[in-house]
Nanobody, 122 residues
Framework: VQLQASGGGLVQAGGSLRLSCAAS????????TGWLRQAPGKEREFVAA????????YYAASVKGRFTISRDNAKNTVYLQMNSLKPEDTAVYYC????????????????WGQGTLVTVSS
C-alpha cells in the first residue's frame, strides 16, 4: 500500500491543522493505520493509531485530548485533526499502516509514506 500525507503547514501556537493520508495500491480497510512524527534531531515517535474498522483509537500521552484520528475507508483516507498545537508538535508527520495495531503503536509499521511538515510558531 502506498501512503501520501498532506495538510501540513505553518500555524501559530494554539491553532489547528488537519492532516490527510490518501492510500493507493491496496484497500486501506485491511490495515491498522496511524500517524508518526519526527522532529529535527529526534527519533521517529508514535502519535496516534486507529484499528481497521475505526472502533478503537490510541494516542501518545503528549497529544491525547488535543489530537483526533479518524478514517474513512470508503475514501481510503485517514485523518489527524490537531488542535491546541504547541511548538513542540513541530515535526514531519508520516502516515503509517500495518496489519497489526501494535506495530503502528511501536512506530515500526511495514508501510509509511512521504511526510508532511508541521511547524508551530510560538
Amino acid at each position: 500500500v502506498q501512503l501520501q500525507a498532506s495538510g501540513g503547514g505553518l500555524v501559530q501556537a494554539g491553532g489547528s491543522l488537519r492532516l490527510s493520508c490518501a492510500a493507493s495500491g491496496r484497500t486501506l480497510s485491511s490495515y491498522a493505520t496511524g500517524w508518526l512524527r519526527q522532529a529535527p534531531g529526534k527519533e521517529r515517535e508514535f502519535v496516534a493509531a486507529i484499528t481497521r474498522g475505526g472502533g478503537i483509537t490510541y494516542y501518545a500521552a503528549s497529544v491525547k485530548g488535543r489530537f483526533t484520528i479518524s478514517r474513512d475507508n470508503a475514501k481510503n483516507t485517514v485523518y489527524l485533526q490537531m488542535n491546541s498545537l504547541k511548538p513542540e508538535d513541530t515535526a514531519v508527520y508520516y502516515c503509517a499502516a500495518d496489519l497489526r495495531n501494535s506495530r503502528v503503536v511501536d512506530a515500526m509499521p511495514d508501510y509509511w509514506g512521504q511526510g508532511t511538515l508541521v511547524t508551530v510558531s510560538s
